[in-house]
T-cell receptor, first 114, second 112 residues
Framework: SQQGEEDPQALSIQEGENATMNCSYKTSINNLQWYRQNSGRGLVHLILIRSNEREKHSGRLRVTLDTSKKSSSLLITASRAADTASYFCATDAVGSGNTGKLIFGQGTTLQVKP | EAQVTQNPRYLITVTGKKLTVTCSQNMNHEYMSWYRQDPGLGLRQIYYSMNVEVTDKGDVPEGYKVSRKEKRNFPLILESPSPNQTSLYFC???????????FGNGTRLTVT
């Protein structure tokens, strides 16, 4: 079963608005990552937040992590049409050993209308 | 330019015809992995490798083989492809097990 579940599944906003996506997971983690995928292309890493961090910023991106609620959110401020993509959270579960396996959520599809 | 290169981008084949999808990275990464992406199922790990000659199964290894003879290359082999292996495949690499992954652009495989 998927560790990460994103919400909403789809989001449509106007350029300039903020977009917030949420991710919930089930087990304890070492870190949580967010990736972006343009249609049919490879995923691009956006940001990594460790389990002992609560908030992290990168440019127009802000990620929060609440380990007590097992949830994370990705905020994209002042969105642009180029932000149109699918966004995935990915977690590595504590105890997953040497696999380095990231468990990806189903993703949020974001459409930014010009 | 740092990148993960997969070939081919698109592949249509018939059941049972052996095929290989190549993957190469130029970042001297130790960790490499293969994922498949299917609608409704998300990304699932097929195999991973922590270094040369060190490979192990992921979540969905059945029907696939891999090898890691050189650090930069990590080919995915389908000895006898079946229609349920129709999918979008991604190779990825990273500096270490828990470092951010660099993905290739994907290989869209159709098995008829």
């Amino acid at each position: 079963s998927q560790q990460g579940e994103e919400d909403p599944q789809a989001l449509s906003i106007q350029e300039g608005e903020n977009a917030t996506m949420n991710c919930s997971y089930k087990t304890s983690i070492n870190n949580l990552q967010w990736y972006r995928q343009n249609s049919g292309r490879g995923l691009v890493h956006l940001i990594l937040i460790r389990s002992n961090e609560r908030e992290k910023h990168s440019g127009r991106l802000r990620v929060t992590l609440d380990t007590s609620k097992k949830s994370s959110s990705l905020l994209i401020t002042a969105s642009r049409a180029a932000d149109t993509a699918s966004y995935f959270c990915a977690t590595d579960a504590v105890g997953s050993g040497n696999t380095g396996k990231l468990i990806f959520g189903q993703g949020t599809t974001l459409q930014v209308k010009p | 330019e740092a990148q993960v290169t997969q070939n081919p981008r698109y592949l249509i084949t018939v059941t049972g015809k052996k095929l290989t999808v190549t993957c190469s990275q130029n970042m001297n990464h130790e960790y490499m992995s293969w994922y498949r992406q299917d609608p409704g199922l998300g990304l699932r790990q097929i195999y991973y490798s922590m270094n040369v000659e060190v490979t192990d199964k992921g979540d969905v290894p059945e029907g696939y083989k891999v090898s890691r003879k050189e650090k930069r290359n990590f080919p995915l082999i389908l000895e006898s492809p079946s229609p349920n292996q129709t999918s979008l495949y991604f190779c990825a690499s990273s500096q270490g097990r828990w470092s951010p992954l660099h993905f290739g652009n994907g290989t869209r495989l159709t098995v008829t």
